[in-house]
């Protein structure tokens, strides 16, 4: 990938923006406009990390998580919580 690191970044601070804007304006718990949002930032990070990476030799401190409801009722005979979310990995 070719992608300059500034431009990956800025597609990165742009899909932060929307997703704040999706998220004040949300109608309701499963508003289309704030998941496409959501998968909009998971997407512009990826770029952001791969393109960094290649250029600078260097990752950021940020992990992806993604909500696994699956394991939950796995998870149901465990005594110790860790929440619902997995890191993602790729």
Do not use: K, W
């Amino acid at each position: 990938m070719s992608l300059d690191p500034h431009a990956a970044l800025q597609s990165l601070t742009s899909a932060l923006e929307e997703h704040l804007a999706a998220a004040s304006a949300r109608r309701g718990d499963d508003d289309p406009a704030v998941e496409t949002a959501y998968l909009a930032i998971v997407d512009a990070f990826e770029i952001y990390e791969e393109v960094l990476f290649e250029a600078c030799n260097e990752v950021t401190p940020l992990v992806i998580y993604e909500d696994d409801e699956d394991d939950d009722d796995l998870d149901s005979n465990d005594d110790e919580d860790d929440g619902d979310l997995e890191p993602i990995d790729d």
